[in-house]
């Protein structure tokens, strides 16, 4: 294997800065971006800039690649679909790509006997979930319970529902009415003052029912309980193991719909098809998208029959839904996870950066928690282990320096790295990469 990272010139070099120079002129720059990388190509967990740099992907084009870039079994089933069918709307007419595909995916997520919608993205996941929740009750019950810390999506309706940022909704008001937003169970900084785990999960379930239905408003007005089970834009959080049990229990007491939001976390990621198969918890709806279009727009809300057969002809559609060719890349996605044994290798592997960030915890002041499942792992960082205050500043040194130095990571959070490389990645690059990410760790915690 050749040298990775691989750093020519320091980053941003010319061609870099020459078109983020552009960018800025003929973008709209609503984005953040975390750091001033110009991707030109990628093959499997190594990226390449346009001045030639190589690096080491932790982000997998924020939990999108699972396969790695240019998987050739992905690029393949692309090439096949484009030469046969570029596009045919799917909510008006058929296509065998819309079943076979629906077949596969119906075959790992936990759902049994359920129903397929295609969408584009996650967030068209979750407006269409919300729809269809709504739509399941006939509109009796207009009320939705969500998350603090929530990231669901930024158009209007996943809006409403998102907690993660005050200012993703800065001017945006009034938005989707009727959205209860309760803590969640952060067990790091758990919100009704416990280092407990399982009481802080199980203080939450009785905020919801001593107050929110009490209260606030009555359970039988509630349509569905919309919930990530491991909050990604919100740092990588993993619920105590009492959580998400204990919300399918007070849905099933009231009869309200269990929406897991597997947008990030789904296809693999955390060691399971979905990462609320972590916790043998079933839910009513799942919304998805990410790593299910192996890189293409696509995204799909798969619910329990009863519930898609709620939805009368002409009460939801899309044009561009279901696409054959992204179907053909999400089909080439399924069958290697399933070929390569990836849920197993995440778990494997995402079990090694686990323990190497926990003995660095024991060593460095500047760790307060590691946490996660499969590849999908938060570091949170500390100016100070008793306070706990967050270590902002240092975290955007940190990935700053990351980047210079070949490895791409991002943040969650306030203060958490988030580490989520392709479910590919071979395991000595994965070790020299969070080596490096370590060693920066090391000179920040020389400066608090």
């Known amino acids: 294997m050749e040298r990775v990272p691989d750093i020519r010139v320091e ?3 010319p061609e870099a800065r020459n078109i983020i120079e552009k960018d800025q002129k003929l973008l709209m720059q609503s984005y953040v971006r975390w750091y001033p990388l110009v991707i030109k190509t990628g093959h499997g967990a190594v990226v390449e800039d346009v001045d030639g740099n190589k690096y080491v992907d932790m982000n997998a084009g924020i939990a999108v ?13 692309i090439k096949r679909e484009a030469e046969k069918l570029q596009h045919y709307s799917l909510t008006d007419f058929y296509y065998e790509e819309a079943v076979r595909s629906a077949e ?5 997520v936990p759902i049994k006997n359920g129903r397929v919608f295609y969408t584009n993205s996650g967030t068209e996941s979750i407006e269409g979930a919300l729809k269809i929740a709504r739509y399941y009750h006939e509109g009796k019950r207009q009320y939705i319970i969500a998350f603090l810390g929530a990231f669901h999506g930024r158009t209007m309706g996943s809006l409403s529902l998102t ?11 009034p938005l989707v009415p009727g959205v209860i937003h309760v803590p969640y169970p952060y067990t790091y900084r758990c919100p009704f003052n416990t280092d407990d785990p399982k009481e802080c999960g199980q203080s939450v379930l009785d905020y919801i029912e001593d107050w929110i239905f009490t209260k606030l408003v009555e359970p039988t007005e509630v349509a569905a309980i919309f919930v990530e089970p491991i909050q990604g834009e919100g740092g990588y959080i993993v619920p105590p193991d009492n959580f998400l049990p204990g919300l399918r229990k007070i849905a099933d007491k009231y009869k309200i719909l269990l929406v897991d939001d597997e947008v990030q976390s789904g296809i693999a990621r955390t060691g399971k098809w979905f990462a609320i198969e972590n916790w043998n918890v079933v839910p009513d709806i ?7 279009g192996g890189g293409l727009p696509l995204g799909a ?7 898609m057969d709620s939805m009368k002809k002409g009460s939801h559609a899309n044009t561009f839904g279901g696409n054959p060719i992204a179907l053909a890349a999400m089909e080439a996605v399924i069958d290697t996870i399933k070929e390569e044994k990836l849920t197993e290798r995440a778990s494997k592997l995402g079990d090694m950066v686990i323990k190497y ?5 024991e060593e460095l002041e500047i760790i307060g928690d590691v946490r996660g499942k499969g590849l999908m792992i ?33 943040g969650s959070g306030v203060s958490s790295i988030r580490i989520a490389p392709p479910l590919v990645i071979e395991e000595d690059l994965l070790a020299k990469a969070i080596e490096i990410v370590g060693d920066i760790l090391k000179e920040e915690n020389k400066s608090l």
């Open 11 to 13: 980053p941003p070099g």
């Open 357 to 361: 960030f926990n003995d660095l915890k």
């Open 163 to 173: 907690a993660s940022k005050a200012h993703y909704r800065e001017h945006y008001a």
């Open 286 to 292: 799942i919304a998805m998208a990410k790593a299910i």
């Open 104 to 108: 596969k995916l119906l075959s790992v």
């Open 65 to 77: 690649m699972a396969l790695g870039h240019n998987h050739p079994k992905v690029v393949e089933a």
């Open 301 to 307: 809300i798969v619910a329990k029959s009863e519930v």
């Open 378 to 410: 938060g570091v949170e960082l500390v100016r100070n282990k008793k306070t706990k205050e967050p270590a902002s500043k240092e975290l955007g040194r940190i990935l700053e320096k990351s980047f210079k130095r070949g490895v791409l990571v991002i």
